[in-house]
Structure formats: C-alpha cells, structure tokens
C-alpha cells in the first residue's frame, strides 16, 4: 500500500483527543517525539477540542462539538500557509474526515501521527540508540487501513528500534480497533485468544499495540501470561529514545487494588463518585478471553 507523504507544515496542532487521564504518558511522549522529528506541534485535546465521538447518539450535538473543534482548529492555524492537524486517536481521526470537515471547512489537512514519524523515520533513527531486546507482535486491526496504512507504518517504525524483533505473522482482526468489537458477543473474546495463539506460534515475549482502547484491552492479558509483555509501540520508541514513559494505566488495571495502586492523591483528583461510577468497574474487569 502507498504511503501519503505530507510536505511538511509550517504550523501544526497535535490532536490528542480525550484521553489524557488514561494515557498521558503515551501522549507526553508523542509530543515530544514530534518535537525531537523537527514538527512544533501546539497540543489540543480533552472536552473542548472533542470530535464528538462519544456523543454519536444525538446527531445534533455531535455536530456541534465537532463544529466548534474545527473553528478552533481554523482560528490557531489561521494564516499558516500549510497548517496540519495531526491525530492520535483513529475514531478522531475519522469523524474529521467523515463528519466534522464536511460539515465545517477546513483551513488545514489531516495527518496521523504514525504518517508524520514515518515521513521523518531518518531522523527518528538517530535518537533510537537504545537497544530493547525484544520479539514483538504487532496488534494489528484491518479497519483504518483503508485511510492510514497504520500496520505497515507502525511496523516500519518498530523496525528502527535495536535489538528489537518483529514476528512476522498475517493476523489483523477486524474494526478499527478494539472497542469497535466490544459491542459483538464473543467478538472481542475471540480476537485475543486469536492474538494470544499468534504471540505463541511466534515465540514472542511482547504485544505491541497501535491503538489505546486496544492497549487498554490488552494489558489485562499480562496477568494469565506472565511472560507477556504488553506496551504501545510508542513505549517501545520512548524506550530506545532513553525517555521515561511509564504505563501508569497498566500497573493500575493489573493492580490487586485498583484504588490502593491509584494513591491518595489519584483518588482525590478523580474524586470518589467519579472512581466508583466510571474507573472502577474498567479497572476490575477481568481479561476478555
């Protein structure tokens, strides 16, 4: 598959969605490799600059969340002779393409991080000095192929890393990511055990995923496997770069105690109802299998 090779801009917002809470590190550490690759990106991200994804239910509203992110993306790349709003997030990604742009102009293109990267891979090389010695299967989904050739990117990228290994294996399962298959009985039950199989065939020791709600998945796999590493390739890059990028998300969900692994202080600044009614019942979910 072709890649799109984006020129490169000379303003840029790197958009990172609404998921900050969960994976802030990840994201720190997107934004910094964007900066270290020669892209200044301006972060946006959280319920302001919302695609309206999580709000599909009222056409009305979600028109109108994502009517407002792309005015504020115009207003600061106003000017900017070839302005870029890279994403993060697959299903921002796509409601900009399918929903928001259509309905608001655009003053801007669209590119996903993994095209950004791969586009500056020479530079990114030079900062990759440290080896992870790794065999690595990449968690890969079919269903944003056809708009970014995430798999083969990502894939790319891992490749640049020293003493890591890719496992060669064909699985791809369905949807863009995890959460797509969350809402089919057994589909997502059966898509790990599948991913599970592959990391065995190939004598893996780490699941590499691409997207966060499939990482968020996915970590909980560590706890019937312990040989199993899981770590978004993004860790994995952060990790040759020599840069700190803990997954604060997985040592909470894999924590016998949730609310004792999220501290005093985590559990102050979600605050008791918050934690009971929306983090407690992800954290002890058991591993879909």
Known sequence: MAVTVHPAPDRAV????????????VIRASARLLEAVGVAAEPAGGPANC??????????ITEGMGRRTVEGFN???AGAEHGQVITWCPSCHMNMQDVMAPATPTNFETAHITEVLHARQD??????VRPVPARVLLHRHLGFQPRVPVNSLVADLLRLIPGLTLV????????HMCSSLSGVPGALAAAQRATLDAVAAG???????????CHRES???????????????????AESAGWPAEDG????????????ALGEAGMAAAGEAVFERLMEPELRKAPVV
Request: glycine share 8%; proline share 5%; aromatic share 8%.
């Open 14 to 25: 790197f958009w990172f969605g609404c998921n900050l809470v969960r994976h802030g590190e």
């Open 51 to 60: 695609c309206g994804a999580t709000q599909e239910a009222s056409a009305r």
């Open 75 to 77: 207003a600061r790349l």
């Open 123 to 128: 530079r990114l090389r030079t900062l990759l």
């Open 168 to 175: 060669d294996d064909p699985l791809a399962v369905p949807g």
């Open 203 to 213: 004598g893996a020791d780490t699941l590499a995923t691409i997207f966060h709600s």
């Open 219 to 237: 970590v909980a796999l560590e706890r019937g496997c312990p040989r199993l590493r899981v770590a978004n390739w993004i860790h994995l890059l």
């Open 249 to 260: 998300y997985k040592a909470i969900r894999n924590a016998e105690d949730p609310r004792a």
